[in-house]
Structures are given as C-alpha cells and as structure tokens.
Nanobody, 123 residues
Framework: VQLQASGGGLVQAGGSLRLSCAAS????????VAWFRQAPGKEREFVGA????????YYADSVKGRFTISRDNAKNTWYLQMNSLKPEDTSVYYC?????????????????WGQGTLVTVSS
C-alpha cells in the first residue's frame, strides 16, 4: 500500500487542523493505520492508530481527548483531527500502515509509511 499524508500548516495555539492520509494500491496484510510525529532532534512519537475499517482507535496519552482518527471508506482516506493544539504539538506528522496488534505503538510495528506533513503551532 502507498500512503500520502497532507494537510499540515501553521495554526495558532488553541486552533484546529485536520490531516489526511490517502491510501492507494493493495491493502496486503495491513490491519491498522497509525499517525506518528517527529519534532526536530527528537525520536518519532506515536500519536494514535485505528483499525483498517475505522471501527476502533487508540491514542497516546499526550493527545487523548484532543485528537481523533477517523476513516472515510469511500475515499480510502484516514484523517487526524487535531483540536486544542499546543505549541508542543509542532512536528512533522506521518501516517503509516502495518499488520500490527491492538495497542501497537512502535514505528517498527508499521511497515508502510507516507511522507511527512509539517504542523507548526504558534503560541
């Protein structure tokens, strides 16, 4: 499967932004789609993941209650809705797909990656 993330930009603290992750090609054995982020000089950080069907999701504690992952079946696209954004949410955001297991949070659990999209939250 090929993934393409988009929707990044500049937003003020407290604002909202929605990222998209469009999939193309064969699904193969992928069961989950995840979002990760990476700030300069830091390790890639798990944000949240959702089942391929979009039925269930789980999140990192740092974004729980503010971020929501969803899927548009018709468009084969997953979304990361980010609300109440904070300056510390500034990162390059990546979507990834993998076989995974429920609760998987490590980058190695996801074998297909899209290019990143930059989100900058100003204070």
């Amino acid at each position: 499967v090929q993934l393409q993330a988009s929707g990044g930009g500049l937003v003020q603290a407290g604002g909202s932004l929605r990222l998209s992750c469009a999939a193309s090609g064969r699904r193969f054995s992928n069961n989950y789609v995840a979002w990760f982020r990476q700030a300069p000089g830091k390790e890639r950080e798990f944000v949240g993941a959702i089942t391929w069907s979009g039925s269930s999701a789980y999140y990192a504690d740092s974004v729980k209650g503010r971020f929501t992952i969803s899927r548009d079946n018709a468009k084969n696209t997953w979304y990361l809705q980010m609300n109440s954004l904070k300056p510390e949410d500034t990162s390059v955001y990546y979507c990834a797909a993998g076989r995974g297991n429920w609760g998987a949070r490590a980058p190695v659990d996801f074998g297909s990656w899209g290019q990143g999209t930059l989100v900058t939250v100003s204070s």
